[in-house]
T-cell receptor, first 117, second 116 residues
Framework: GAVVSQHPSWVICKSGTSVKIECRSL??????MFWYRQFPKQSLMLMAT?????????EQGVEKDKFLINHASLTLSTLTVTSAHPEDSSFYIC?????????????FGQGTRLTVV | AQTVTQSQPEMSVQEAETVTLSCTYD???????LFWYKQPPSRQMILVIR??????QNATENRFSVNFQKAAKSFSLKISDSQLGDAAMYFC?????????????FGAGTRLFVKA
């Protein structure tokens, strides 16, 4: 149980285009999902907290117009990197918390490696 | 705001021996969760062990155990009988229970090497 699936696992896009990354909770409902960014050999940096049916809460320094987050259902959150540039190349990881089970850990997707060329 | 500090960028251990990874954190909250996650080369985050702050007893999971010192805000991970498969990045993490939308904050990580 508690499986989080992220899609795609990797993507290469041209500079200036937009890329959408999906995060799905497969066997539980997730009121809250989190999006992280990880640079090579570095830690996970929280970008935003996504709550179903409401606007995402972005961490300081994260451009909300650049990284659009939508959490339209209890099992799906999406991160869209708009007008991507090479500096947006990174590893993006989502995690999800089970509805009504606030005291559990968050479950992680397998991550998406984005390369902007 | 909460912070998590891992002061050891790298650690090395001989196979079958024991190693301890250090972690300190800062918070004004009294109730929270602490975690150790393992990130192998696949980069999939794997939960190693979890500690509830209100529990005094240190958590253990097979070869993994923690030394949780709440007053000192310290949360170290001990790996006994180290195996080659333990080689990975290890992240200490903090999660609020009541505030911040339950987001998980990570330390910088410790890369563990296991020598055969």
């Amino acid at each position: 149980g508690a499986v989080v699936s992220q899609h795609p696992s990797w993507v290469i896009c041209k500079s200036g285009t937009s890329v959408k990354i999906e995060c799905r909770s497969l066997d539980f409902q997730a009121t809250t999902m989190f999006w992280y960014r990880q640079f090579p050999k570095q830690s996970l940096m929280l970008m935003a907290t996504s709550n179903e049916g409401s606007k995402a809460t972005y961490e300081q320094g994260v451009e909300k117009d650049k990284f659009l987050i939508n959490h339209a259902s209890l099992t799906l959150s999406t991160l869209t990197v708009t007008s991507a540039h090479p500096e947006d190349s990174s590893f993006y990881i989502c995690s999800a918390s089970s509805t009504g089970n606030w005291n559990t850990e968050a479950f992680f997707g397998q991550g998406t490696r984005l390369t902007v060329v | 705001a909460q912070t998590v500090t891992q002061s050891q960028p790298e650690m090395s251990v001989q196979e079958a021996e024991t190693v301890t990874l250090s972690c300190t954190y800062d918070t004004s909250e009294s109730d929270y969760y602490l975690f150790w996650y393992k990130q192998p080369p696949s980069r999939q985050m794997i939960l190693v062990i979890r500690q509830e702050a209100y529990k005094q007893q240190n958590a253990t999971e097979n070869r993994f155990s923690v030394n949780f010192q709440k007053a000192a805000k310290s949360f170290s991970l001990k790996i006994s009988d180290s195996q080659l498969g333990d080689a990975a990045m290890y992240f200490c993490a903090y999660r609020s229970v009541w505030t911040g939308g339950f987001k998980t904050i990570f330390g910088a990580g410790t890369r563990l090497f296991v020598k055969a």
